[in-house]
Structure formats: structure tokens, C-alpha cells
């Protein structure tokens, strides 16, 4: 869990640097003595939030807890071990531009809006927004050619989009 969630942290430093706040929902298996304190501490950004007070909630719904949070303007929910990309942080700067109420984003197939940058080719890299370490060197995924009909209108020639 540690080397995920150092991963996770340097990502975010990289690409959410400019005012985002990292929460990290949690249960009483995280010592606050020996990991929560020396995270924190370190990285103003990055808050941890023990959710054992709230046992009504199943786990894998804490990560949806700040959307009703009045003071959070954007939420993005991932698991500890998945990567967050440049590919993903353009997308979420479109996301806002856009005044969007919710966006739900899929980096393969049956997406309502492209992504705002091309994806590279299927034989350059293995990554995609969402995928669990290791991911994001070189190896193949079979990205299929976008459809013209869901490439961005001002880039009809991204072959993968």
C-alpha cells in the first residue's frame, strides 16, 4: 500500500499541484502515528480521512463522499493504485472550462465527448486513464481507430482519439 500510495502522491504533485487536495478515505488499519502524520506533514495537499465513524457507508462509496461537501468544487475517484496522467488532467481543465454538472470519463470506447488530446498509438504505450500499476510504459493494448463520427470536430485526423 505504501509504494501505491507514494506513486499516487508524486503523480499528484506532478499534475495537481495548483490548489487540489488529495483525500484519502480510510479505516482504522492506517496508523495516524506511523502513515498519516509523517504524510501530512510533508504534503500540505494531501488529507486523510478515516471513515470509521461512518460504518453505514460501504467502503467502496467513500470515494464518492466529497461530492456533497460544500467547499469541493471537483471530485475524481480512483483507486490507490491507478495512475493519474497528463492525458486525464487535460481532460479535467476541458471538464471545467466547459461548466460540465458531472463527467464521467473512460479512456476506451463508448465515450459521449473526446478527450481533448489524441491518444498515442496502441504500440507506443499501455496506458490508459484509470489503469492499475504498472502501466504506463511502453507495451501494446488493442486500442481500436476512433470512429470519425467521435473524434473531436477540429481533429477529424486522430486516428486514436
Partial sequence: MIYF???LIKDFNIRYSDGFILRIHHDNTINATDVICPYECKHPNVDFCNM???LYIPPKVWRFVPAGHPLV???MSRDLDSVLTARERVAVDDYAVAHDTFLCKRDFGHISRPFPTQRPSAYETNC?????RP???HGILSFEQCPIECR???HPEWLYC
Avoid at 128 to 132: E, I, Y
Fill in 52 to 54: 470509521m465513524h461512518k
Fill in 152 to 154: 473531436p470536430k477540429d
Fill in 5 to 7: 500510495l507514494n506513486e
Fill in 135 to 137: 502501466c504506463c510504459g
Fill in 73 to 75: 468544487d471537483i471530485i
Fill in 128 to 132: 490508459v486513464v484509470g489503469c492499475s
